[in-house]
């Protein structure tokens, strides 16, 4: 077999061995002994997924910290930074390091991600108050390279689905829709000619003053969808700066939280945001619909789990009168990165029945879906294009 561009290069024995025994540790006995940075890799390793070894982290506070301190600082060293987020969730998760984050320089040597900024705004009322500044530091970076990463996309679909969605009979040559032209005026081919003669121009329509569109963001802030809190916060706040789209955020757990007038600021809406607790989905639908104004110029995304805590019928009443008065309700099972999510899977499929898609999607893929959104498409038919399996296909399979 010979190496191409599109495969990673061949690993010959040495390298195969050395990998295995950085995976497997001191238990691998076959490989060869580790030389150079890769003894301090392989200790790195060891602290965090071999923890009773002599070298092993700890949680708590004291005489813990400056180990800790070095791991953080070593791990960012020897390895890539998608690497170094991983293992730092690894420790939060296996060893309890939570309270390494209460210490300022403590947090100030950890690789800022989405899982930390969770993990942060988790922990936001019990931080102390000489830590709570490095925090939102912390935070802002995060959300600094988010908004980065997914501005231009998110500000491009919106805003090119909306004039997308208005058209106009007098465009300008650089406004004309081609396609719907030349359909609307297949009745004038010239056959000597061999061309159509467009009577009627149909042109994108040009942005309006008014508000197009209203997106109401309905997300649920139980522990199991934090990442999709923060990357909503974001969106959120992209698509509030839209003069044409009218934006609503609305967190839940038992109770309501209404961070519309927050969306300025994102950093501000994340530390607003109550993770954990309990789950009242029909309550949150409920104060949204109380929300909608132009039920058809209406896009609302219910981001959560489906574990519902409250009453099941009613909130498949609720469901059905958004979708039967004109509202394009769209259940998002998760906005993030991390594969696919464990939700309730028969009350994603009633949704579904209903009429409201149901599927995860990245936060790379979210702006193409407001977009089709925006233009009314069939989402079903987007999810499909996009290679997601949504919940109706789930439950089609299942059957």
């Not at 509030?240 to 839940?252: D, E, G, R």
């Not at 394009?328 to 998760?334: G, M, N, R, Y």
């Not at 959104?373 to 038919?381: G, H, K, Q, T, Y």
Request: contains cysteine; charged residues 25%.
């Amino acid at each position: 077999m010979t190496e191409t561009a599109d495969q990673p290069p061949l690993l010959d024995d040495a390298a195969r061995l050395r990998r295995w025994r950085l995976v497997l540790g001191e238990a691998a006995e076959a490989c060869p002994p580790l030389v150079g940075e890769d003894v301090a890799m392989d200790a790195a390793l060891t602290a965090l997924y071999d923890p009773d070894s002599q070298g092993g982290l700890r949680g708590g506070s004291g005489a813990s910290s400056p180990r800790v301190a070095r791991w953080l600082g070593d791990i960012r060293q020897y390895f890539p930074g998608p690497v170094v987020q991983v293992m730092q969730k690894d420790a939060f998760e296996r060893l309890n390091l939570h309270s390494m984050l209460f210490q300022p320089e403590m947090l100030e040597a950890v690789e800022p991600d989405v899982h930390l900024v969770a993990t942060l705004v988790g922990l936001r009322g019990i931080i102390p108050e000489k830590t709570r500044s490095t925090a939102r530091q912390v935070v802002a970076r995060v959300v600094e390279a988010l908004l980065r990463r997914l501005e231009d996309p998110m500000r491009s679909a919106v805003t090119g689905a909306l004039d997308r969605a208005q058209r106009n009979r007098r465009p300008r040559h650089a406004e004309i829709d081609w396609q719907r032209t030349i359909r609307a005026n297949l009745r004038h081919w010239q056959a000597d000619y061999r061309s159509v003669i467009p009577e009627t121009l149909i042109g994108y329509g040009r942005k309006a003053r008014r508000t197009q569109r209203e997106i109401i963001l309905c997300i649920d802030q139980s522990g199991s969808m934090a990442a999709s809190v923060v990357y909503s916060s974001i969106f959120g706040a992209v698509m509030a700066s839209l003069p044409a789209v009218k934006t609503h955020m609305v967190v839940f757990d038992t109770a309501v939280v209404d961070l519309t007038e927050q969306l300025s600021d994102p950093v501000e809406v994340l530390f607003g945001v109550q993770l954990g607790g309990g789950t009242d989905i029909n309550r949150a639908v409920g104060y949204c619909q109380g929300l909608v104004r132009e039920p058809r110029n209406t896009v609302m995304v219910l981001i959560s789990d489906l574990y519902e805590g409250g009453v099941e019928k009613h909130l498949l009443q609720r469901a059905s009168e958004l979708i039967e008065s004109g509202v394009q309700l769209i259940v998002l099972l998760a906005l993030s990165d991390e594969g696919a999510p464990f939700y309730d899977r028969q009350l994603a499929a009633k949704l579904a029945a209903l009429g409201a898609p149901s599927f995860a999607c990245s936060p790379d893929q979210f702006p193409g879906l407001m977009a089709a959104a925006i233009r009314r498409e069939d989402v079903n038919l987007w999810a499909a294009r996009e290679g997601i399996v949504t919940a109706r296909a789930e439950a089609g399979r299942d059957s």
